[in-house]
């Protein structure tokens, strides 16, 4: 009986309501992935890429059934070690990333271990996420009564957990990471408790800026300015495509306007399952969402987004439930960095925004995301599972002790 009840104890602990979205985008990724490596003459072994990004799967719900027995005590003593052990294996990258990767990409950003390949950056996302969070918490508990100067000195603390982080991944080439990064400090700095009177005018100087650079790349001398301080040809490329995807449909602009036109051919319901029309290049990775797109049509699509809505949705749920500072600003971290793939994927999929390279979450192929995302899961499923434990209270006491 106390068997029993224990067992019903622990089920009661575990949101599925993060776990059956999961697992569906999964299972859609599967699929997808059959369709794209199967009409892909550059991929003979479908059967070996599916059966390796299954593996990743199982390595990943491993990563969250071990993760959700850690609590904040534990999660809270570890996060300096993680976020420093990120950083030196971000910079022993520089040295040892793979060549023709860098070649093919543009992007010095993984290594290579035989036929494996590994980003850390992916990894680094958490730690980086882990961190912030811990920053932000033992700053807000040491200064209870909030002055501006405190808030202050809360950025500088936050720049400074930033700043090597960016550094290293400016050093990679790897813009489209960088975004992931910038759109998870903002997320964390606006639930970090500054006051709006600092919030509103670095909102403002944000926007001005997102301003200034769309103003440079659509201009030759802007375009200067934005060469001599680092862009790259093939970012220019990028934009141009955005800008106008059929305005070299079989040079730059290629894969964008081949992702627009499988899309569209798709219609209301699609062409039906294993369908491939079109072809797009990467459609594993970056494009695969063109792969459900072209199958199952604006309903298919529609239904991708709405998963990842609940999943979200149950995040923030988890998150409103728990009495924890330091979980908050993790979940909100974590919660930034997955909305912010799917909103860059689908959006540069469908034209919205300019192609980055940016992975579609538990869909693409990439055993880095994947188990970077799971990590993530795991992290939201242990709050709800460590939550009767009360793990506040401990923590609280270290912070102030620190």
């Given at each position: 009986?106390?068997?029993?009840?224990?067992?019903?104890?622990?089920?009661?602990?575990?949101?599925?309501?993060?776990?059956?979205?999961?697992?569906?985008l999964?299972?859609?990724?599967?699929?997808?992935?059959?369709?794209?490596?199967?009409?892909?003459?550059?991929?003979?072994?479908?059967?070996?890429?599916?059966?390796?990004?299954?593996?990743?799967?199982?390595?990943?719900?491993?990563?969250?059934?071990?993760?959700?027995?850690?609590?904040?005590?534990?999660?809270?003593?570890?996060t300096?070690?993680?976020?420093?052990?990120?950083?030196?294996?971000?910079?022993?990258?520089?040295?040892?990333?793979?060549?023709?990767?860098?070649?093919?990409?543009?992007?010095?950003?993984?290594?290579?271990?035989?036929?494996?390949?590994?980003?850390?950056?992916?990894?680094?996302?958490?730690?980086?996420?882990?961190?912030?969070?811990?920053?932000i918490?033992?700053?807000?508990?040491?200064?209870?009564?909030?002055?501006?100067?405190?808030?202050?000195?809360?950025?500088?603390?936050?720049?400074?957990?930033?700043?090597?982080?960016?550094?290293?991944?400016?050093?990679?080439?790897?813009f489209?990471?960088?975004?992931?990064?910038?759109?998870?400090?903002?997320?964390?700095?606006?639930?970090?408790?500054?006051?709006?009177?600092?919030?509103?005018?670095v909102?403002?100087?944000?926007?001005?800026?997102?301003?200034?650079?769309?103003?440079?790349?659509?201009?030759?001398?802007?375009?200067?300015?934005l060469?001599?301080?680092?862009?790259?040809?093939?970012?220019?490329?990028?934009?141009?495509?955005?800008?106008?995807?059929?305005?070299?449909?079989?040079?730059d602009?290629?894969?964008?306007?081949?992702?627009?036109?499988?899309?569209?051919?798709?219609?209301?319901?699609?062409?039906?399952?294993n369908?491939?029309?079109?072809?797009?290049?990467?459609?594993?990775?970056?494009?695969?969402?063109?792969?459900?797109?072209?199958?199952?049509?604006?309903?298919?699509?529609?239904?991708?987004?709405?998963?990842?809505f609940?999943?979200?949705?149950?995040?923030?749920?988890?998150?409103?439930d728990?009495?924890?500072?330091?979980?908050?600003?993790?979940?909100?971290?974590?919660?930034?960095?997955?909305?912010?793939?799917?909103?860059?994927?689908i959006?540069?999929?469908?034209?919205?925004?300019?192609?980055?390279?940016?992975?579609?979450?538990?869909?693409?192929?990439?055993?880095?995301?994947?188990?970077?995302?799971?990590?993530?899961?795991?992290?939201?499923?242990?709050?709800?599972?460590?939550?009767?434990?009360?793990?506040?209270?401990?923590?609280?006491?270290?912070?102030?002790?620190?």
């Amino acid at each position: 009986m106390d068997k029993k009840r224990k067992r019903s104890n622990d089920d009661s602990r575990i949101d599925y309501g993060v776990i059956l979205p999961v697992f569906v985008l999964c299972l859609i990724g599967l699929l997808s992935l059959y369709v794209a490596l199967g009409h892909d003459p550059r991929n003979p072994n479908v059967f070996t890429s599916l059966s390796m990004q299954a593996l990743w799967y199982i390595v990943g719900a491993v990563a969250i059934i071990i993760i959700i027995h850690f609590n904040a005590k534990f999660i809270w003593k570890v996060t300096p070690f993680l976020y420093g052990l990120g950083l030196a294996v971000m910079l022993a990258l520089l040295r040892f990333y793979d060549p023709a990767l860098a070649a093919s990409t543009g992007s010095k950003n993984w290594f290579r271990f035989g036929s494996l390949t590994f980003q850390p950056a992916e990894l680094m996302k958490i730690a980086y996420i882990l961190m912030m969070a811990y920053v932000i918490t033992r700053h807000n508990v040491a200064h209870r009564v909030r002055s501006l100067r405190s808030d202050l000195k809360l950025i500088g603390k936050m720049f400074l957990v930033t700043i090597p982080v960016l550094g290293l991944i400016m050093a990679q080439n790897d813009f489209g990471t960088m975004l992931v990064f910038f759109a998870i400090f903002a997320g964390m700095f606006l639930m970090s408790g500054i006051s709006w009177i600092i919030i509103i005018p670095v909102m403002s100087l944000a926007v001005l800026l997102a301003g200034s650079v769309i103003f440079l790349v659509t201009t030759d001398s802007g375009r200067e300015v934005l060469s001599f301080i680092g862009f790259k040809n093939y970012q220019f490329s990028r934009i141009d495509s955005w800008l106008d995807p059929f305005h070299d449909p079989q040079g730059d602009s290629f894969q964008l306007a081949h992702s627009l036109m499988a899309i569209g051919s798709g219609g209301m319901f699609g062409k039906g399952y294993n369908v491939s029309s079109v072809y797009v290049p990467v459609r594993e990775s970056d494009m695969i969402f063109t792969v459900f797109g072209e199958n199952f049509g604006f309903v298919g699509g529609a239904l991708i987004i709405l998963l990842y809505f609940l999943l979200i949705y149950r995040m923030i749920r988890v998150s409103f439930d728990m009495n924890n500072e330091f979980y908050a600003y993790i979940s909100t971290g974590i919660i930034m960095m997955i909305l912010f793939h799917v909103f860059e994927n689908i959006g540069a999929n469908i034209g919205l925004l300019p192609l980055t390279g940016i992975p579609l979450p538990f869909i693409s192929q990439g055993g880095s995301s994947i188990i970077g995302n799971m990590i993530g899961v795991g992290l939201i499923l242990s709050m709800r599972y460590q939550s009767k434990k009360n793990p506040e209270i401990e923590l609280h006491r270290r912070a102030r002790r620190v």
